[in-house]
């Protein structure tokens, strides 16, 4: 075309290269001939199936199921020099979970996929998972954690407590049933809101979930500890890591910098 500029040839051999990587789809069925799209008095008529090409025709690169094992997110984001010191905290929130009605997953996907993480990408993090609870869906009970493992709560009920978490990571209780109160509960305990990480994590679930847009979770600090409530199905969980995980060990160090 005359405003077209042709592939060089080192563009032409990278594609040939990459080719195997491309989406594959089988072959379209031939043309129906005209004959057989206007049959005379004596043809049966081909069925509409016959005559129409398959509907799917896009690319399943992007649409195929996700691993929840999968742990090929980006790097972690953190200043050169700079080693990401998490101390962290998983508190999954579900009334059956809590009372043993069924066994909690999107817990332990949490600590899988952090670990995982932390193996992927050697001397930039050190991670401890430090805490880990299940509590019913009760807003006193998750905000009593979530004061408890901040390092936030009385000097009473601080006395003889380990060290806080810089980073608690709740899962569950944050769409619309009326018994989920995670996110008032995280609004009570933290003190500043992070706006651009839940804008960032609610963009990158709609991308890849219809009813993303239900979730009212909420990111926050309390004090030096980064809150983040995450969904309740194991899946969601690791969409909404794939955003968080790198930057999270920059969001630790620039909440523990000195003022």
Known sequence: KEYQTPATPEQLAAFEANKAKFAQHA???DPVQ?????????????SVSAVQPPRRLHSDVCCS?????DTNFPPPNLPPGVTAELRVGILTVSDRASAGQYADESGPAIRDLLAAYDAAHPGRWRLEVARTAVVPDEQPAIEAKLREWSGSASPAAAAGAEAPCNVILT???TGFAPRDVTPEATRAVVERLAPGLMTALAMQAQALE?????????????????????????RAVRQNLTTLLPVLGQAVHAAASPP
Do not use: E, F, M, Y
């Not at 199921?65 to 094992?69: I, L, M, N, Q, R």
């Not at 993303?212 to 409530?229: D, E, Y």
């Open 171 to 173: 899962t569950g209780g």
């Open 210 to 234: 219809p009813l993303a847009p239900l979730s009212r979770a909420v990111v926050g600090l309390c004090g030096a500890t980064l809150i983040a409530n995450l969904p309740g199905r194991p």
């Open 27 to 29: 072959p379209l069925p």
């Open 65 to 69: 199921p996700g691993d929840v094992s």
């Open 34 to 46: 005209s004959s057989s799209l206007h049959p005379g008095p004596h043809k049966a008529r081909p």
